[in-house]
């Protein structure tokens, strides 16, 4: 059984950093594709990173602030955010789809956690 547990999430002030965690079983991150997600209050999903094998991509909103590493030996995979804004609030999902396009599109992700809030305050 596939588990993907997100942690790091919390409060934090403009300006301010986070970094998220999400730590895997049931499968390898090596051999798949992990991303991160998002969902601010009332909006719909949004693709934020993806981590795949040749390299990283990013949404546009993010670019420069935000940061995807992935360490494949103990399945964790890590967001680094700086510079944080209060529109980067929202509830942060990690996913895992196997190899394949380095889509940041939701429904192209099979596996999902639970998500942990992020709230930054003026």
């Known amino acids: 059984q596939v588990q993907l547990v997100e942690s790091g999430g919390g409060s934090v002030q403009v300006g301010g950093s986070l970094r998220l965690s999400c730590a895997g079983s049931?499968?390898?991150?090596?051999?798949?594709?992990m991303a991160w997600f998002r969902q601010p209050p009332g909006k719909e999903r949004e693709g934020v990173a993806v981590h795949y094998f040749t390299g990283t991509r990013y949404a546009d909103s993010v670019k420069g602030r935000f940061t995807i590493s992935q360490d494949n030996a103990e399945n964790l995979v890590y967001l680094q955010m700086n510079s944080l804004k209060p529109e980067d609030t929202a509830i942060y999902y990690c996913?895992?789809?196997?190899?394949?396009?380095?889509?940041?599109?939701?429904?192209?992700?099979?596996?999902w956690g639970q998500g942990t809030q992020v709230t930054v305050s003026s």
């Open positions: 049931g499968l390898r991150f090596s051999e798949h594709l």
């Open positions: 996913a895992a789809k196997p190899f394949g396009t380095n889509s940041l599109r939701a429904e192209d992700y099979r596996y």
